[in-house]
């Protein structure tokens, strides 16, 4: 008998505030560029403070979230556990999560007062995009909000590696692991940016505990993984944490394993101009493909496809048509 979810999700709830920024402003604010950057909230709105004059577009996102809508819009079945505030960012969450036809454990009468996070994305003209995150509420995420009937009804749990910054968010982690586990679920996760295996290598492995069936990874996260600059030596340390996995490179494409054999996938040659989300993206369509029958090679080729596209617009997301239309091309 089938499961009712393809993919449990689990993450951070941002919300996401879209801004086209020059380098000279990024300079001036004193910001790094291309990471991700947690502030607390003086810090995040003294950045808003400087903004302010600036165009903006929101989201409900956070990686994993970024996932989970991915799937649902080609057509699969996601769950998505998170936390929000009993605020005005919160209600546009739990809505926009609804309308993308995304399950959820929030519920609009249950949520404790507080601040919803939200996540600043700085698009420079080179595509490049800088995060300062300000995680609000999300950073109490806990065991509390995992369903276990939900996740044993699934046929991945996905876990954002971002969680792995909040000690109560990496339990929670986790203990979505262990259930799944237990359940005979399969297991995967994103390394989620290069700033979290660079400072929270140890927790990132705690997570994975004795190994996942699918790790997702961009090429300089599983290069700084396996504490090396030798793209070998990053493939190999991952065949000893996961059974299979994707590396993304950018614009040469990512190489998948499947468990027997590398497959390299090349990357549809698109002029980009925001890729924020595109690594979210990949692992949506991926996910969506391997739970639909699709083979390792036709799942990356999807995905490659996928963040190829959202390259070339502004945003996380594709409109539901687009996306759809690369499954029947």
Do not use: W
């Amino acid at each position: 008998m089938g499961k009712k979810y393809d993919v449990y999700g689990v993450g951070n709830a941002l919300v996401d505030i879209e801004y086209e920024v020059s380098l000279e402003l990024l300079q001036e604010l004193k910001i790094d560029k291309g990471v991700m950057t947690l502030l607390d909230e003086d810090s995040q709105n003294h950045i808003l403070e400087n903004l302010k004059n600036l165009h903006c577009h929101k989201s409900c996102g956070g990686s994993a979230a970024n996932t989970m809508v991915a799937i649902s819009q080609l057509g699969g079945k996601a769950f998505y556990s998170c936390k929000v505030a009993n605020d005005e960012f919160g209600d546009f969450y739990i809505e926009d999560l609804h309308n993308s036809q995304v399950d959820t454990n929030l519920k609009n009468g249950d949520r404790q007062s507080g601040i919803t996070g939200k996540c600043l994305v700085l698009v420079t003209p080179d595509a490049d995009r800088t995060m300062n995150t300000f995680l609000g509420i999300t950073e109490k995420f806990s065991t509390q909000e995992l369903v276990s009937s939900a996740i044993a009804d699934s046929e991945y749990v996905y876990i954002e590696g971002y969680l792995v910054t909040s000690p109560t968010a990496k339990e929670a982690a986790i203990k979505a692991r262990e259930i799944a586990e237990k359940a005979g679920v399969k297991t995967t996760m994103s390394l989620s940016d290069y700033n979290m295996v660079k400072f929270f290598k140890n927790g990132l492995l705690d997570i994975i505990g004795s190994g996942l069936d699918l790790i997702f990874a961009n090429e300089s996260e599983a290069l700084e993984l396996a504490d090396t600059e030798d793209f070998q030596v990053a493939v190999e340390k991952l065949k000893t944490l996961s059974k299979k996995f994707a590396i993304t490179r950018g614009a040469k494409g990512s190489v998948v394993f499947d468990g027997q054999k590398l497959i390299e996938i090349t990357a549809p040659q698109v002029k980009a101009v925001d890729t924020v989300g595109a690594g979210d993206m990949y692992a949506g369509a991926f996910l969506y493909g391997i739970t639909q029958g699709m083979s390792y090679e036709e799942a990356g080729k999807l995905a490659s496809s996928a963040a190829s596209k959202i390259v070339t617009s502004y945003g996380p997301r594709l409109k539901t048509e687009e996306l759809k239309a690369l499954v029947t091309a």
